[in-house]
Nanobody, 125 residues
Framework: QVQLVESGGGLVQTGGSLRLSCAASGRTFSYYAMGWFRQAPGKEREFVAV????????YYATSVKGRFTISRDNAKNTVYLQMNSVKPEDTAVYYC??????????????????WGQGTQVTVSS
């Protein structure tokens, strides 16, 4: 059984910071990548960042590059999303996801096999 549990969401002011966590359990050894996506009301789920565990390569959406940082703690099977200089447009439900095999692309929802339940992030102006 694979489980991903997000935490750390909440209300933050524009320009502030927030750190999201995603704890993975189950067959974590088989994960090729862990990613973060977000979904605002009325919009499609969009890619935020990914950490390819084999090689330690990270990628970011243009909208968050330079402000957000994805990282991981292998000992805790946890991936983090540090959000700095947040903006009202960052308001969304944030989801972590895991890909259990190698993919050509990691910026699409179809590339991931497991998803967490999501955590709400609200940025006040």
């Amino acid at each position: 059984q694979v489980q991903l549990v997000e935490s750390g969401g909440g209300l933050v002011q524009t320009g502030g910071s927030l750190r999201l966590s995603c704890a993975a359990s189950g067959r974590t050894f088989s994960y090729y990548a862990m990613g973060w996506f977000r979904q605002a009301p009325g919009k499609e789920r969009e890619f935020v960042a990914v950490d390819r565990w084999r090689g330690g390569i990270t990628y970011y959406a243009t909208s968050v590059k330079g402000r957000f940082t994805i990282s991981r703690d292998n000992a805790k099977n946890t991936v983090y999303l540090q959000m700095n200089s947040v903006k009202p447009e960052d308001t969304a439900v944030y989801y972590c996801a895991a890909a259990s095999s190698s993919r050509s692309y990691y910026d699409t929802t179809a590339s991931y096999d497991y998803w967490g339940q999501g955590t709400q992030v609200t940025v006040s102006s």
